[in-house]
């Protein structure tokens, strides 16, 4: 007898015809209110190694909840399962699996949680490789480099389950003693812009929500002090630190925004609805979610004091435009119930930031029908049968999900760090490197003895940053293995000069006061032919490091003793090459002047020493520029490029900010030659555009990249600016002889800045185009000059100029007579 009932009609949902509001729309007219405010929250927890179900995350600043209690109503999102502890990829994976599966089945929907992760300079999780940190991009000067490390990280994190990534950083640097400096990418907002707009391009290419952090200021807190006051005003907060979030919206279009933990002029900014709302998403047309830094929410009244209670902290946060409390459930929890109860918070406040949940959730399949908890990475080695059981759950999608009958024959076998992950960091690496200076020393050229001194010299985790996952939680597993190679720099230096005797001395400790090693130090030092110093930062949390999150310098002189060392071997009269593998950038003393030559690496991840290593042997030709100003005095700051004449040295003050070495300096194995401007179009309108060319030649003896800059100054203006801006940029890759013609197209747009009434606007006059090596070598200058009347922009303004390279002919070469 045939089964002539009617198949159950699928909720409107569930039905992927639809739009994901409209589905979002259908779902929450049938949810309770505790049901709603269930996805509005994330729970801390962490992978089990042996495979088993998640467990709550043990946290000093908060108590575990009740998954029991909680799960029944839903859940919004699961905080950083891989994250927490160290676990095998493929048992983390099983781990997270059945957890979803759980999870799925304890609410009456059948939504599972949203998984998200760290993934600033790589996946966070153990045995997935470690990226150069942002700091590094940012010295790559090469966007599309960056986006295809993101791809690459985006799809680890897909292939395990994971959903959200919190990365990248688009903080502007305006203090360098900042202990996050290593987590931006510079201090120029057209250069975070680029590159965190390529990374969010990247990662959301590989179906991960990316989530664009800190909004807005947090890195122009008071003396560089983690989560201290911001005393901006709206016009630098609109030309400086705003630009780089515009664009990645824009352009990037992110799923996420994070709010960052610091009050400007007074008002935190998880309770400033004019920037989370207003600008954000009424100006910008930003449509994602808006998650809370961790505890950000809390702080509202813990550290702001601008919140009675809980509940008044969570009615402040979603009135402004938060929309998920992270990492854990705490203010959105009872505490909004209670305020909905009270009539303090209209239920459709919570409504719209579940809209906008919802809808994420359905963009990422998680409403979907044929929703399945198994991730890529096991779809493969988990059994037929168990997938076909699998696809055949309906009624609670994920309720009967694939498992192992012996999850331990599946560690080892996901492998977050493939070749080819090594080799795009390789290249990063490579072309972050930045030679800072070079008396002709540089390539060595296969020296019979080496002494390589320093702190840094023969320690693995000194290329790494302080949310790489062995700094940031293998630190706390001291007996588990770091998961990745990470060859020392004595180890790197050895496979690199093969036939050289290399001894090694370390000379002090990266922060200590004792001197004792400093002895040896020189006597290695006298006895060899070449010093290679390797100097720098160790990367930690909130005091127990010298560059990461919470570890703020005073000033920016090296840390501990290492400036005495430094002294020390260049009065040895040995040629010293400097090297540096640090969070931020140093004032190096006498090195500037005496050392021999200087090259500048900011964390460069699992591949840095062999990059370093290769650009001292001339394997790899240096084409990294600097991100950040090398100060030359430690105690000028705050000070970077990207400030007013007043700002500059002069007769008025008894200290000078000019640095030792400027933003976007770089030097290489190779020369160029900037000749022939032909400047077509110099005076335009102020809805015009203006069109240059120039021709760059390679004038060395082998292939080199160099990187043209862009800079604009503006004489005179009704609001004071900046002395110059960067632009533009392009890297030029040529051969030896090869030259390339670059035509330029500047819109006028380009030189809109807020003006006295707060709105941005194009004024006509003169201005100078800057075509520059960096900010302290302009090449070629340009006078320019827009005509007509004022004109005022909006965010729809053009944010690039047009840079076109045009191969040339090699020039004849001079006959002989």
Known sequence: MNDRRKPEPVPAWRDTALTPEARADALIAEMT????????????????????????????????????????????????????????????????LRTQRRIAAANRFGIPALAHEECLAGFAAWGATAYP?????????????????????????????????????????RDARWGRVEETIGEDPYLVGTVATAYVRGLESAGIVATLKHFAGYSASRAGRNLAPVSMGPRERADVILPPFEMAVREGRPGSVMHAYTD?????????????????????????????DYFGIAFLKALHGVAEDWSAAAALALDSGVDVELPTVKTFGQPLLDAVAAGTVPEELIDRALRRVLAQKARLGLLDPDWSPVPAALA??????????????????????????????LRGLVDLDRPANRAIAAELAEQAVVLLHNDGLLPLRSPARIALIGPNADEPTAVLGCYSFPVHVGSQHPKTPLGIELPTLREALAAEFPGSELRTARGVTVDGDDTDGIAEA??????????????????????????????????????????????????TGTPVAVTLLAGRPYALGRATTEAAGIVQCFFPGEEGTRALAGVLSGRINPSGRLPVSIPAHPAVQPSTYLA????????????????????????????????????????????????????????????????????????????????????????????????????LTLP???????????????????????????????????????????RPLDHT??????????????????VDR
């Open 33 to 96: 209110l505790r049901e709603k405010t269930a996805q509005l929250v994330g729970v801390w927890v962490g992978a089990s190694d042996e495979g088993g179900e998640v467990a709550p995350h043990q946290h000093e600043m908060e108590q575990p909840p009740d998954l029991d209690t909680l799960l029944p109503h839903g859940l919004g999102q699961l905080t950083r399962p891989f994250g927490t502890a160290p676990v095998d990829p493929a048992l983390g994976a099983l781990s997270l």
């Open 133 to 173: 940190v942002p700091l590094s991009w940012g010295a790559t000067f090469n966007p599309e480099l960056v986006r295809t490390m993101a791809a690459a990280i985006g799809r680890d994190l897909r292939s395990v389950g994971v959903h959200q990534g919190l990365a990248p950083v688009l903080d502007v640097v």
């Open 264 to 292: 400007t002029d007074g008002l935190p900014s998880a309770a400033d609805g004019a920037l989370l709302t207003g600008l954000l998403r009424d100006t910008w047309g930003f449509t994602g979610t808006v998650v809370a």
């Open 380 to 409: 493969d080695v988990l059994t037929a049968a168990d997938a076909d059981a699998d696809a055949g759950a309906a009624a609670a999608p994920g309720a009967d999900a694939a498992d192992p009958g012996d999850p331990e024959a």
């Open 522 to 571: 020189v006597l290695a030092a006298r006895q060899a032919d070449v010093v290679v110093l390797a100097l720098g930062d160790r990367a930690g949390l909130f005091g127990r490091g010298t560059s990461g999150e919470g570890c703020d310098a005073a000033s920016l002189e090296l840390p501990g003793r290492q400036a005495q060392l430094l002294d020390a071997l260049l009065d």
């Open 644 to 743: 007013a004449r007043l700002a500059q040295a002069g007769d008025v003050s008894s200290t000078d900010p000019t640095p030792a070495f400027g933003f976007g300096h770089g030097l290489g194995y190779s020369e160029f030659a900037w000749s022939g401007l032909a400047a077509d179009v110099t005076e335009t309108g102020t809805d015009g555009e203006f069109h240059l060319a120039f021709e760059v030649r390679n004038t060395g003896a082998r292939p080199g990249t160099d990187v043209v800059q862009l800079y604009l100054h503006d004489p005179v203006a009704s609001v004071v600016q900046p002395v110059q801006r960067l632009i533009g940029y392009r890297r030029i890759p040529l051969d030896p002889g090869a030259r390339c013609r670059v035509e």
């Open 748 to 790: 006028a747009d380009l030189a809109s800045f807020t003006g006295r009434d707060g709105r941005r606007i194009v004024e006509p006059g003169a201005l100078e185009l800057r075509i520059s090596a960096s900010s302290t070598d302009a090449r070629l200058t340009v006078p320019l000059r827009l005509t007509g009347p004022a």
């Open 797 to 814: 303004r053009r944010l690039h100029p047009t840079v076109r390279l045009r191969d040339l002919p090699p020039e004849p070469r001079p």
